[in-house]
């Protein structure tokens, strides 16, 4: 059993933009232009960069990307495989991520005591 029916989902997705589109053109227009500027500049190939949008969705939590992304990456060929080595880089990004926010929490702890100190 799959944890959501992920074709339903992104049916919903594309649905859901079609119906922003009529209310406010420009911002899908927008979304729709930032989308593809990448692939205008042809410095990576579909594969890699259908391989960065899965990662980054995960470091966003964004289902709705992973849904649209893992479809694009599935009809591009792009293997299993290469998108566990994608999701690695995001799990160690993350991961990064959360070791240097703990830095700076810490920081924000001796800031506090030192304000508290010289109060």
Known sequence: MRMKDWTGYRGQIVAGVGELGKLSPDTVRGYVSLGGAGAKTDHLDAKTRELIALAVAVSLRCDGCIAVH????????????EIAEALGVAVSINAGAAVVYSTRTLDAFEAAH???AEA
Request: hydrophobic share 45%; aromatic share 0%.
């Open 70 to 81: 893992a479809e694009a990456a599935r009809k591009l060929g792009v293997r299993k495989e």
């Open 114 to 116: 030192e304000a508290l």
